[in-house]
């Protein structure tokens, strides 16, 4: 685990929250509430943002950067020691509020992507009509509170990348249906019953990437997911890890995909095929199993829907099912999202062979695509997407950008189907780095 302090001063964190309420008032001539992301400056914006509710953030007061199989626990023993130590004054008191964190973690315990937790210097959230500023230092003295409306009049507009271009990637397209064909293979065999594989594109833009561009686009056209930036992982992620708060669990399992048509009617009756579909059923079933069975030992009991709903994206269908639960002793909800990851939405079942079969056959490294990704607050409520829909700027070239999108693997899958799906998958980052 290692640490950096930009000023390398053991001061605590001095954390201090005050309500905007003001700026949601009618007539109000502040920075508009509802546009979180219109705040954000162009470097290393944190988001996580959701039908104009969320957080963002931006400057570092702190960073900790994790690997290997504890990068969770030894993540959140880093938190628990800031906030041993920070002196907080919070006056609006809701999640997200008071000291927060934003972070990512690398799908596989090996991968050199590791996990990385970045403590803001600013936050701004909103959640319905409440609005908050916290500010986060950890020098000796406490910086004047920021005025935002000053702040958002600074930001430059988002920079459009230019023109895209796209080149095939760890695995070319091609080769990706024989690897499809191994995993149906080896589910025939009953090495696995169901296995997740992914596959990567680049894109090269002429412009280095302002992430600001794509996030604003993957908000306005996907509000029902949750718009994501956090150290170069950016997307919208229609699936909700675990969203822990005051001692209630939830989660948005999807598993089960059919791409849209674009005509209303046509994706109506893909609607009804998809909730019919056994194949699909099944690949849901081991999904909302993998989730159900995790969460049972935190909870005093859950809720988990006889059948799922079909969830309407521009892009794709998901069967979908919201999985809840009370929560029996305190978990953060970091501990929650590291005893979930990696769900069977996201590797497979049975989990460890699943996991193995992904690192033996799908020739790419995830790095932190379909790994836990989200914030952390100092009660330890918290939400986590799976950074699903999702690409990486190079922090070696801001030019190029890795896309990610995945597909479930059951015995009846077809590899020319579950390519064209994953295609689908890729639409909402090409679609938001593009400038149509
Ligand atoms: C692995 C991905 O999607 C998962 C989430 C929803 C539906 C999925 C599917 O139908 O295969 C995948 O399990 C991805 O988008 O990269």
């Known amino acids: 685990m290692t640490s950096t302090m930009p000023d390398a001063v ?30 954000l400056p162009p470097d290393a914006p944190l988001a996580w943002v959701r039908r104009g509710d969320g957080i963002v953030g931006w400057g570092e007061a702190l960073r900790v950067e994790v690997s290997g199989r504890d990068r969770f626990a030894d993540a959140e023993q880093a938190w628990q020691e800031l906030l041993a130590h920070a002196i907080v004054r919070d006056e609006v008191d809701l999640p997200g509020t008071g000291p927060v964190a934003f972070a990512s973690f690398a799908f596989e315990e090996d991968s050199p992507a590791g996990g990385v937790l970045v403590v803001p210097r600013v936050v701004v959230g909103r959640r319905g009509a409440r609005s908050w500023l916290t500010t986060i230092d950890t020098g000796a003295t406490l910086r004047a509170t920021p005025d935002l409306a000053d702040v958002a009049a600074r930001q430059p507009e988002p920079v459009s990348p230019g023109a895209v271009s796209y080149a095939e990637g760890a695995v070319p397209s091609e080769d990706w249906l024989s690897v499809v064909e191994r995993g149906v293979a080896a589910i025939r065999a009953g090495e696995v019953e169901k296995v997740v594989l992914a596959r990567d594109v680049y894109a090269t833009t002429t412009e280095p990437l302002d992430v600001r561009w794509p996030l604003r686009r993957l908000a306005a056209r996907y509000p029902s997911c949750w718009t994501f930036s956090v150290d170069g992982l950016i997307g919208a992620t229609p699936e909700l890890l675990v969203r822990s ?11 089960g995909t059919i791409r849209r048509t674009g005509d209303d009617d046509a994706d109506l009756a893909r609607a009804a095929t998809l909730a019919h579909s056994s194949k699909d059923l099944e690949e849901h079933e081991y999904a909302v199993s993998s ?21 309407h994206l521009p892009n794709v269908l998901h069967l979908a099912s919201d999985v809840t639960g009370v929560l029996a002793a305190n978990p953060s909800s970091l501990a929650l999202a590291a005893a979930l990851h990696p769900t069977a939405a996201v590797c497979g079942t049975p989990t460890a062979a699943a996991a193995r079969l992904i690192s033996r056959i799908e020739g790419m490294e995830r790095g932190r695509y379909a790994g836990p990704v989200g914030w952390l607050g100092a009660d330890g409520d918290g939400e986590w997407g799976i950074a699903l829909r999702s690409a990486h700027v190079d922090p070696q070239d801001p030019r190029r950008v890795r896309l990610f999108a995945g597909c479930g693997i059951v015995a009846a899958s077809e590899p020319a189907a579950e390519l064209a799906e994953s295609e689908a998958k890729l639409v909402p980052m090409r679609d938001a780095l593009g400038t149509a």
């Open 10 to 39: 053991p001061h605590p964190l001095v954390v201090r929250t005050v309500a905007l309420d003001h700026l949601a008032r009618p007539g109000s001539t502040g920075p508009d509430p509802d546009d979180l992301l219109g705040l």
């Open 245 to 255: 708060e005051k001692g209630l669990v939830t989660s948005r399992v999807l598993a």
């Open 291 to 311: 989730v159900a069975d995790a969460l049972a030992p935190f909870c005093t009991s859950t809720n988990v829907p006889d059948v799922p709903f079909v969830l």
